[in-house]
């Protein structure tokens, strides 16, 4: 039964070859799962699997955990890495694991790739405690999907529609080993303590409180999937190219429809604030005065807003010092995740500034515009950029990762937005872009 659980949670997943990652803990749960996805791989040998133990470095054991799963994956005929990392201090324990083991995973993800992991129906159950006892709402107590996007390829929990009394008799069954983490154990972990006190309890006293419970769930999945359906369009309709959300769709006399709204947009940008962060950027950001620059950070994220629009900003580099190249043909990669910069011949490609003739054949590029001036196409006269980013919209957070084109006279360009008088014309294309670039050749 277990095996065609898999098979049919992998099916319309895997309709063409694809990676697939199993993460391995060693215990009872992930070391069935690897057992399942051999006998799958043997049926299946046109995907590429790997198999992942993250190492957390929180037990003396945990060396010879990470060698013992080895031992297991390569025995399974799988290739095997190990992933060590180190837990952020402001998190608890259990959420900054589970931070560093997804950031961990995503290292390993092709583009559509699949992570696999052990979740089964006592954690979906466990799931919808936690978030009652933190107050979530519809999307919380739905507990954890069995699909979901991770960095560019999904999450997958084959198993999250079985218990683990089915996972352990196959275990039995198939003579399979499993690691006992003592931790689990320890009831000072809230999930812990529901596992080993409260539903026993619970599931004792009151016979299919479990069943209830996951109904409780399947009911709060399709009320949360009907609201965004009647939501999503609203949201989408209101975003900017950058993804910020106007302030216009937000009704001030229905509150509920704006903590709606709100919750989606920050969804799209994998947030999920509390109630209480909820109201405090209602209050202090969408409503402040007109002539604030309000910001929410939550953590290392903040969200502001600019010209009323909000915007969900996230850390980024000091690129003050940072200098480059850029000459014809040759793409000059920016720092930070800010993609390329490329020079093309003006008929190559039918986007981008339009440049004329080039004065050097080396262009300087870097993101520091104090002090920096220039006379825009179609402008009167010489204007301070901080003067034009302003003009343009260009919010204050994003001032400093515009990328500045200089030659030996000055500022030519700024990506995106500005050309210089001196150098326009019709033969070069300044294009600044994070995906391929497709030409017209």
């Known amino acids: 039964m277990l095996y065609h659980q898999l098979c049919d949670c992998l099916a319309p997943l895997t309709t063409t070859p694809r990676q697939i990652i199993l993460a391995l803990s060693g215990g009872l749960?992930?070391?069935?799962?690897?057992?399942?996805?051999?006998?799958?791989?043997?049926?299946?040998?046109?995907?590429?699997?790997?198999?992942?133990?993250?190492?957390?470095?929180?037990?003396?054991?945990?060396?010879?955990?990470?060698?013992?799963?080895?031992?297991?994956?390569?025995?399974?005929?799988?290739?095997?890495?190990?992933e060590y990392v180190e837990l952020d201090d402001a998190l608890s324990i259990e959420h900054a694991a589970r931070e560093a083991r997804y950031q961990a995973l995503q290292q390993h993800l092709e583009p559509e790739g699949l992570v696999l992991t052990a979740q089964h129906s006592d954690d979906q159950i466990e799931t919808f405690f936690l978030a009652l006892k933190r107050g979530s709402g519809l999307d919380g107590l739905a507990g954890m999907p069995e699909v979901r996007p991770l960095g560019q390829g999904l999450l997958v929990r084959p198993l999250l529609a079985q218990s683990r009394a089915s996972l352990a008799s196959y275990a039995s069954s198939h003579r399979l080993n499993w690691i006992d983490d003592p931790s689990n154990q320890q009831t000072r972990f809230d999930r812990n303590f529901l596992r080993q006190h409260w539903l026993p309890q619970a599931g004792a006293r009151w016979p299919?409180?479990?069943?209830?419970?996951?109904?409780?769930q399947r009911l709060c999945a399709e009320q949360s999937s009907l609201l965004t359906r009647f939501i999503a369009p609203i949201v989408e309709n209101a975003l900017s190219d950058s993804g910020a959300l106007s302030i216009a769709v937000l009704p001030q006399e229905d509150p509920a429809l704006t903590h709606a709204l709100l919750r989606y947009w920050l969804k799209r940008?994998?947030?999920?604030?509390?109630?209480?962060?909820?109201?405090?950027?209602?209050?202090?950001?969408?409503?402040?005065?007109?002539?604030?620059?309000?910001?929410?950070?939550?953590?290392?994220?903040?969200?502001?807003?600019?010209?009323?629009?909000?915007?969900?900003?996230?850390?980024?580099?000091?690129?003050?010092?940072?200098?480059?190249?850029?000459?014809?043909?040759?793409?000059?990669?920016?720092?930070d995740g800010l993609g390329?910069?490329?020079?093309?011949?003006?008929?190559?490609i039918a986007s981008g500034l339009a440049l004329g003739r080039l004065t050097s054949s080396r262009?300087?590029?870097?993101?520091?515009?104090?002090?920096?001036?220039?006379?825009?196409?179609?402008?009167?006269?010489?204007?301070?950029?901080?003067?034009?980013?302003?003009?343009?919209?260009?919010?204050?957070?994003?001032?400093?990762?515009?990328?500045?084109?200089?030659?030996?006279?000055?500022?030519?360009?700024?990506?995106?937005?500005?050309?210089?008088?001196?150098?326009?014309?019709?033969?070069?294309?300044?294009?600044w872009q994070c995906s391929p670039i497709q030409t017209t050749e």
């Open 363 to 431: 262009l300087n590029v870097h993101f520091e515009p104090s002090g920096l001036s220039m006379h825009p196409v179609g402008r009167q006269g010489r204007r301070k950029l901080k003067k034009l980013y302003q003009e343009a919209g260009i919010p204050s957070w994003l001032r400093r990762r515009q990328p500045i084109i200089c030659d030996d006279q000055g500022v030519i360009a700024v990506a995106d937005h500005f050309v210089s008088q001196s150098a326009s014309g019709q033969q070069w294309r300044l294009v």
């Open 208 to 216: 299919g409180f479990r069943q209830a419970v996951q109904r409780t």
């Open 340 to 348: 390329q910069l490329h020079l093309l011949p003006y008929e190559a």
């Open 269 to 335: 940008h994998e947030l999920v604030l509390t109630y209480a962060q909820l109201q405090a950027l209602i209050r202090d950001v969408v409503y402040a005065k007109q002539d604030a620059n309000p910001c929410l950070t939550i953590a290392d994220v903040s969200i502001r807003r600019y010209q009323q629009q909000l915007y969900v900003v996230t850390p980024c580099a000091d690129l003050s010092q940072w200098q480059g190249e850029l000459a014809p043909g040759q793409p000059l990669t920016l720092p």
């Open 29 to 82: 749960d992930s070391r069935v799962l690897l057992d399942l996805l051999a006998q799958y791989c043997d049926q299946h040998p046109q995907h590429r699997y790997r198999v992942v133990h993250v190492h957390h470095g929180l037990q003396a054991q945990a060396d010879q955990w990470a060698a013992q799963c080895q031992h297991w994956a390569e025995q399974a005929g799988f290739d095997y890495r190990v």
